[in-house]
T-cell receptor, first 113, second 113 residues
Framework: NAGVTQTPKFQVLKTGQSMTLQCAQD?????MYWYRQDPGMGLRLIYY???????DKGEVPNGYNVSRLNKREFSLRLESAAPSQTSVYFC????????????FGSGTQLSVL | GESVGLHLPTLSVQEGDNSIINCAYS??????FIWYKQESGKGPQFIID?????DKRQGQRVTVLLNKTVKHLSLQIAATQPGDSAVYFC????????????FGSGTRLLVRP
């Protein structure tokens, strides 16, 4: 049972490049989330998908897009990376009601030069 | 490696002692609270959660206490072990935020052998 799997684990981009962070969960969870984590700060919600077929903006959505490809997969895309997007990105899913008992992946460390 | 938690408050305890990690939350309308543990280079790991209709909940070696009067949450770890060394986050779920979790910035727990 892999839980929440994120790829890649590390990525370096140049300003203006694009990339997609992949996330898949094998727990049959309805809700999935993308967070970013910056030094000394709590996790901040970028986008979420309460159920398959729906996506909504979180606290810091600017510069990102998401796709809920199916129930298992939820990807995060940076269309034109900026240094301010240097961060650690976590994908999560939840089994119960929305916003309860999230399970997190191991993260993607992204540096934008 | 991961750079989260550069300026976090730190709690240092002796191995075998009990640890108490505190968290002040902001929204009196929050109905759900959760604690996570995050080790260096890893994603947050669920520890324990509690609903607002409870004051206390116990797990394996951990207890969460909720004081709604002063909007305070605490995590007690019994017989602290070296493996407990990590950053601990609390999160609240305000019912007026579309049930999205809001995370605190965390406390670093260091266990002295």
């Amino acid at each position: 049972n892999a839980g929440v799997t994120q790829t890649p684990k590390f990525q370096v981009l140049k300003t203006g490049q694009s990339m997609t962070l992949q996330c898949a969960q094998d727990m049959n969870h309805n809700s999935m989330y993308w967070y970013r984590q910056d030094p000394g700060m709590g996790l901040r919600l970028i986008y979420y998908s309460a159920s398959e077929g729906t996506t909504d903006k979180g606290e810091v959505p600017n510069g990102y897009n998401v796709s809920r490809l199916n129930k298992r997969e939820f990807s995060l895309r940076l269309e034109s990376a900026a240094p301010s997007q240097t961060s650690v990105y976590f994908c999560a899913s939840s089994e119960r009601g929305f916003g309860e008992k999230l399970f997190f992946g191991s993260g993607t460390q992204l540096s934008v030069l | 490696g991961e750079s989260v938690g550069l300026h976090l408050p730190t709690l240092s305890v002796q191995e075998g002692d009990n640890s108490i990690i505190n968290c002040a939350y902001s929204n009196s309308a929050s109905d759900y609270f959760i604690w996570y543990k995050q080790e260096s280079g890893k994603g947050p790991q669920f520890i324990i959660d509690i609903r607002s209709n409870m004051d206390k909940r116990q797990g394996q070696r951990v207890t969460v206490l909720l004081n709604k009067t002063v909007k305070h949450l605490s995590l007690q770890i019994a017989a602290t072990q070296p493996g407990d060394s990590a950053v601990y986050f609390c999160a609240e779920r305000p019912v007026d935020s579309s049930y999205k979790l809001i995370f605190g910035s965390g406390t670093r727990l260091l266990v002295r052998p």
